[in-house]
């Protein structure tokens, strides 16, 4: 039982690039967030997918979308990468995203955008 | 506008003492606080949870406290041992996208450093 994996782990991309980060739980989870942890910001909500079928906009979408593949996998896409968009991407999965769930969290990929 | 505000960037205590970390929120909306704790290198787990009904919540060496009329929350942990150095978050849940769905807030993290 993995839990909630991401890769790429680390990533170097120039301004303009594109590149898609994956994610994916094996716990049977309905829902699926992705955030960004920037230095002394805290996490902050890109993206999220309350079931398979269903993606909202979370405090912070500009510049990125997302796919729920299916119920396992969940994708954050960069179109068009920026020095902005430097920071540290986690991936997190909970039962039901509603209620008292706990949000169970990824090892988190590091981006660097030059 | 920080809706979930951790003041102190950092805390160093001696093995074996209590660690308190604070945690303020201003949204009365909030209706469950979570903890979660952070390694290095790694994401977060969770750690402990509140409702907004209840003013305490113990598991084990960790207890964490809500005050709702100061809007305000803390993380005992005791007795604190090395092994609990890593970033605390505090996290507050809101209804979202027009009452359907929640979502999480997250404070900026205190670095807290248990030393031997």
């Known amino acids: 039982n993995a839990g909630v994996t991401q890769t790429p782990k680390f990533q170097v991309l120039k301004t303009g690039q594109s590149m898609t980060l994956q994610c994916a739980q094996d716990m049977n989870h309905n829902s699926m967030y992705w955030y960004r942890q920037d230095p002394g910001m805290g996490l902050r909500l890109i993206y999220y997918?309350?079931?398979?079928?269903?993606?909202d906009k979370g405090e912070v979408p500009n510049g990125y979308n997302v796919s729920r593949l299916n119920k396992r996998e969940f994708s954050l896409r960069l179109e068009s990468a920026a020095p902005s968009q430097t920071s540290v991407y986690f991936c997190?999965?909970?039962?039901?995203?509603?209620?008292?769930?706990?949000?169970?969290f990824g090892p988190g990929t590091r981006l660097t955008v030059l | 506008d920080q809706q979930v505000k951790q003041n102190s960037p950092s805390l160093s205590v001696q093995e074996g003492r209590i660690s308190i970390l604070n945690c303020d929120y201003t949204n009365s909306m909030f209706d469950y606080f979570l903890w979660y704790k952070k390694y290095p290198a790694e994401g977060p787990t969770f750690l402990i949870s509140i409702s907004s009904i209840k003013d305490k919540n113990e598991d084990g060496r960790f207890t964490v406290f809500l005050n709702k009329s100061a809007k305000h929350l803390s993380l005992h942990i005791v007795p604190s041992q090395p092994g609990d150095s890593a970033v605390y978050f505090c996290?507050?849940?809101?209804?979202?996208?027009?009452?359907?769905?929640?979502?999480?807030?997250f404070g900026k993290g205190t670095l807290l450093t248990v030393n031997p």
């Open positions: 996290a507050a849940r809101v209804l979202y996208s027009g009452g359907s769905n929640y979502k999480l807030t």
């Open positions: 997190a999965s909970s039962p039901r995203g509603a209620s008292t769930d706990t949000q169970y």
């Open positions: 997918s309350a079931s398979e079928g269903t993606t």
